[in-house]
Antibody, heavy 120, light 106 residues
Framework: QVTLKESGPGMLQPSKTLSLTCSFSGFSLSTSGMVVSWIRQPSGKSLEWLAAIDWDGDKYYNPSLKSRLTVSKNTSNTQVFLKITSVDIADTATYYC????????????WGQGVMVTVSS | DIQMTQSPSVLSASVGDRVTLSCKASQNINKNLDWYQQKLGEAPKLLIYFTNNLQTGIPSRFSGSGSGTDYTLTISSLQPEDVATYFCFQYNSGNTFGAGTKLELK
C-alpha cells in the first residue's frame, strides 16, 4: 500500500527558510521510473508544481521559484525534503508531495497535505 | 510558459446530466495532459492520464479526449459524489495546472 505524508512547521515568519519532509512507504524511490514531486495550493486557489526528484537523484525545479528551492532525499530512499528560502506571505499554502511511477509524469498517489502559514 | 485555461470556472448540473469540462493550452501539448479531481478538504486524485486513459479504480463514466491545444473531460452521467473541483495538468513543457472548474449540483 502506497502512502505519503507531509510534515512541516505549521507556521513560520517571513524571510525564514521553510523545511518540509515527505515520508512515504509502499515503494522505494530507488526503483527506476519513480519520482516524488512537491506541489502547493494556496487556500481556494489552484495548484502549483514546485519541484521533483527522481530515482537517479536528478532534480527538477519550477523555473519561477528555482532560486529559492532545494529538493533532496535521504539515503534510504524513504523520505524527500524540500527547502524554500526567504519565505513571504505568498508562500502560505497547503503543500503536497505526490508520486509518479513507471516513467510517467502523472501523480498517481498524493499525501494528505500540510498547511504552512507565513506570518509575522 | 504554457498557460492552461479551464472553462467554465463554475458549472452547475443535475444528477444524471452529461457534463463537459474544457481545458485549453496556450500551445500544442501533444496530449500530455492529465485530469485531477479534488473534493473539499482532500488531496487531488488522478482521474485521466495522457488525455484519455482512465486511472485504475476510476468509474467509467469519466472520459477524456482532445489533441493539440484543446482537451475535454466528460462525465457521462453526473453523480452526487462527483461534486468537486477538476484541474487539468500539462507536462509537455514544464508542469502547469489549470485554474480549475468547480462542479456543483443544481
Amino acid at each position: 500500500q502506497v502512502t505519503l505524508k507531509e510534515s512541516g512547521p505549521g507556521m513560520l515568519q517571513p524571510s525564514k527558510t521553510l523545511s518540509l519532509t515527505c515520508s512515504f512507504s509502499g515503494f522505494s524511490l530507488s526503483t527506476s521510473g519513480m519520482v516524488v514531486s512537491w506541489i502547493r495550493q494556496p487556500s481556494g486557489k489552484s495548484l502549483e508544481w514546485l519541484a521533483a526528484i527522481d530515482w537517479d537523484g536528478d532534480k527538477y525545479y519550477n523555473p519561477s521559484l528555482k532560486s529559492r528551492l532545494t529538493v533532496s532525499k535521504n539515503t534510504s530512499n524513504t523520505q524527500v525534503f524540500l527547502k524554500i528560502t526567504s519565505v513571504d506571505i505568498a508562500d502560505t499554502a497547503t503543500y503536497y508531495c505526490a508520486r509518479s511511477s513507471g516513467y510517467s509524469s502523472s501523480f498517481d498517489y498524493w499525501g494528505q497535505g500540510v498547511m504552512v502559514t507565513v506570518s509575522s | 510558459d504554457i498557460q492552461m485555461t479551464q472553462s467554465p470556472s463554475v458549472l452547475s448540473a443535475s444528477v444524471g446530466d452529461r457534463v463537459t469540462l474544457s481545458c485549453k493550452a496556450s500551445q500544442n501539448i501533444n496530449k500530455n495532459l492529465d485530469w485531477y479531481q479534488q473534493k473539499l478538504g482532500e488531496a487531488p486524485k488522478l482521474l485521466i492520464y495522457f488525455t484519455n486513459n482512465l486511472q485504475t479504480g476510476i468509474p467509467s463514466r469519466f472520459s477524456g479526449s482532445g489533441s493539440g491545444t484543446d482537451y475535454t473531460l466528460t462525465i457521462s452521467s453526473l453523480q452526487p459524489e462527483d461534486v468537486a473541483t477538476y484541474f487539468c495538468f500539462q507536462y509537455n513543457s514544464g508542469n502547469t495546472f489549470g485554474a480549475g472548474t468547480k462542479l456543483e449540483l443544481k
